[in-house]
């Protein structure tokens, strides 16, 4: 047991690095990991063990990215109370789900946002929209300063969905709200990897108080939680200084071919249910 847990230190290491770098909290590659390993977990128990690595991992790349002054902390808040009532309803529904129902829809799902990510259209910096209900932002950085801004239903609107399926997934919503907050909001790249991170630690902290809750992340569940997030604290903060010497569409491709490696290995475990 002492090894596995140094074993699941180490891929949480892995985890946290490079989830911080692309915006995510781990969970898109260590819910597949989990299916693989422990195949006698139920859905909600993969998802709880998933959502508390993410909260740990989220809240250390959040305090290296608010050191660099790359997060939007208002549309973060913005965001993570509209997904709340999504992340509450989703930790509930993934009770009802079956195992092979589960794996097939969470590989559907990595398939479409790869596909959206890696379609080769550069997502860019549109001009500012205006009139009621868009929120304008200007963020001062040391390399200049940032003016974007987007309509605030649509973002909330994206929070909520972002919230339910992250919740039922047990992938935090970084995978879900990265590519949404750049290619349909049109946030620029750095500030949108930065702020999700901030958003995941209220949607997977509140997920996992849950879980806690109703008794289903205790026991080895929750050991191998702990021993996963002692790995993925740490590699969330060397994730975040790579990611600031990274350029946006490297971060794009790193994100986009995740999701579609993921997805395949899913699909062909869902599919022939093995």
């Not at 999700?196 to 997977?204: A, G, N, P, R």
């Not at 008794?215 to 975040?240: H, I, K, M, N």
Request: contains cysteine; hydrophobic residues 55%; proline residues 4%.
């Amino acid at each position: 047991m002492e090894l596995e847990l140094v074993a699941l230190a180490v891929l949480g290491f892995g985890i946290g690095c490079y989830g911080t770098i692309i915006g995510l909290g781990g969970g898109f590659i260590l819910v597949p990991v989990l299916l693989v390993l422990f195949p006698e977990y139920e859905p909600e128990e993969v998802t709880s063990i998933s959502l508390a690595v993410v909260f740990a991992t989220a809240t250390s790349g959040s305090i290296a990215y608010g050191r660099q002054r790359r997060i939007d902390y208002l549309t973060g808040l913005i965001f993570a109370a509209s997904a709340a009532p999504g992340v509450v309803a989703g930790t509930f529904l993934v009770a009802f789900v079956p195992q092979r129902t589960f794996t097939l829809l969470f590989g559907v799902l990595l398939m479409l946002l790869a596909w959206i990510t890696l379609r080769g259209r550069r997502p860019g910096i549109r001009r500012p929209l205006s009139g009621p209900g868009v929120l304008r932002r200007t963020i001062a950085m040391p390399e200049g300063t940032y003016r974007f801004a987007y309509r605030l239903w649509q973002g909330m609107a994206i929070s909520l969905g972002v919230g339910l399926m992250s919740s039922m997934f047990g992938i935090g919503g970084g995978a879900i709200h990265v590519p949404a907050m750049i290619m349909m909001l049109h946030f620029p790249i750095q500030f949108a990897v930065a702020t999700s991170q901030f958003i995941l630690v209220f949607m997977s902290g509140g997920a996992s108080a849950i879980h806690l809750a109703n008794g289903t992340l205790e026991g080895d569940a929750l050991f191998r939680a702990l021993a996963v997030a002692s790995g993925t604290v740490p590699g969330a903060q060397v994730g975040a200084r790579l990611a600031a010497r990274l350029k946006g569409r490297t971060v794009l491709v790193l994100l986009g071919s995740a999701l579609a490696a993921l997805s395949i290995s899913l699909l062909v475990k869902g599919l022939l249910n093995v």
